[in-house]
C-alpha cells in the first residue's frame, strides 16, 4: 500500500509540473543549466517507472509489474506531451522529451530489475 501511495504521489506532480504554465517554473538557479528540462525528463521518468514497478509488484510478478510501468510511463508521456501543446498553456510538443522520457524509462527499468529483489 505505502509503495502505491507514494507512486501515486509521484505520478501526480509529475503531471501536475509538466502541465503548469510555462511562466510559473522559475528561471534562475538550475533551471540555467543548459537542458535541464531534458534531464528532469529523464530522471522523472527513471523515478516513475522504478516507483511504479516496485508497487506492482506487490501484487503481480516482477516481468508483468516492470512492463506495465514501463508502457504506462511512456503513454503518461506522450499522453503529456499532447496536452502541453493542446492546452496552450505556453509549453509546447517535443519530440526530444519523450526520448527523454524514454530513456529514463529504461534505466528505470534497468534499476528496478538490479535493485529490486523480490
Not at 543548459?34 to 523515478?47: E, V
Not at 506531451?81 to 505556453?90: A, C, D, K, P
Amino acid at each position: 500500500m505505502t509503495r502505491r501511495f507514494v507512486a501515486a504521489i509521484w505520478t501526480i506532480i509529475l503531471i501536475t509540473a509538466t502541465l503548469l504554465p510555462k511562466g510559473v517554473v522559475s528561471k534562475n538557479g538550475l533551471f540555467n543549466i543548459p537542458h535541464f528540462d531534458k534531464i528532469s525528463h529523464f530522471f522523472s521518468y527513471l523515478l516513475l517507472v522504478y516507483l511504479w514497478s516496485t508497487a506492482l509488484n506487490e501484487k503481480t510478478n516482477k516481468i508483468k509489474a516492470a512492463r506495465i510501468a514501463f508502457y504506462g510511463a511512456i503513454l503518461l508521456g506522450i499522453v503529456l506531451e499532447i496536452l502541453q501543446w493542446q492546452l496552450n498553456v505556453g509549453r509546447h510538443f517535443e519530440i526530444l522529451d519523450i526520448i527523454a522520457n524514454i530513456i529514463g524509462s529504461i534505466i528505470g527499468l534497468i534499476a528496478f530489475y538490479k535493485l529490486f529483489k523480490h
